[in-house]
């Protein structure tokens, strides 16, 4: 079956300190990968996605690759800032392109100190 | 900028009565889901819903789960007879087609005691 995980947290930076989440998949076929985020208080936000291998899906200064030898999708940010403190969630969908019926991992909390 | 949201954000209610969550998904959107976290787990999938019916459910959306968009605007979660397991962080979303963004709520942390 389709599965994902990711790395336990919490995660505590400092300020400009490199971010890396690593996040791996099990699927069928061909599936899409996301990060979404949650600030504290709010909904769940699409970061960032990829749909097909290769693809490097970035924002904010939030960059992951979708590898598919070895079926991750790692998150990464160069010089995180507190206003990034928030919990990070890998996903994917087993529609290629979509995110249909999307597969979570457990979610890795971020703390980023000044 | 549209969203999707939800009400209450948070629901204690006794083991064995029945709770309804409620979302207004964003008004042009199509597709519509319930996902569920406990605390401390994954989030999960429940249910997807488009053109006024069930397209898809999981194994824990039993016959106790129910989703009804009563009205073309509200987008429900019922729970017949709560049971303590039940106690969980439930997401709404909602998408314009199958393949495009999801935009989820802000959760319903739903308590059972």
């Known amino acids: 079956g389709n599965s994902v995980t990711q790395m336990e947290g919490p995660v505590t930076l400092s300020e400009e300190a490199f971010l890396t989440i690593n996040c791996t998949y099990t699927a069928t076929g061909y599936p899409s990968l996301f990060w979404y985020v949650q600030y504290p208080g709010e909904g769940l936000q699409l970061l960032l996605k990829?749909?097909?291998?290769?693809d490097k899906g970035s924002n904010k200064g939030f960059e992951a690759t979708y590898r598919k030898e070895t079926t991750s999708f790692h998150l990464e940010k160069g010089s995180v800032q507190v206003s990034d403190s928030a919990v990070y969630f890998c996903a994917l969908s087993p529609a290629q392109g979509g995110s249909e019926k999307l597969v979570f991992g457990k979610g890795t909390k971020l703390t980023v100190n000044p | 900028e549209p969203e999707v949201t939800q009400t209450p954000s948070h629901q204690v209610t006794q083991m064995g009565q029945e709770v309804i969550l409620r979302c207004v998904p964003i008004s042009n959107h199509l597709y519509f889901y319930w996902y569920r976290q406990i605390l401390g787990q994954k989030v999960e999938f429940l249910v997807s819903f488009y053109n006024n019916e069930i397209s898809e459910k999981s194994e824990i959306f039993d016959d106790q789960f129910s989703v009804e968009r009563p009205d073309g605007s509200n987008f429900t979660l019922k729970i017949r007879s709560t049971k303590l397991e039940d106690s969980a962080m439930y997401f709404c979303?909602?998408?314009?087609?199958?393949?495009?963004?999801?935009?989820f709520g802000q959760g319903t942390r739903l308590t059972v005691v």
């Open positions: 979303a909602s998408e314009l087609s199958g393949a495009t963004e999801a935009f």
């Open positions: 990829a749909t097909k291998a290769d």
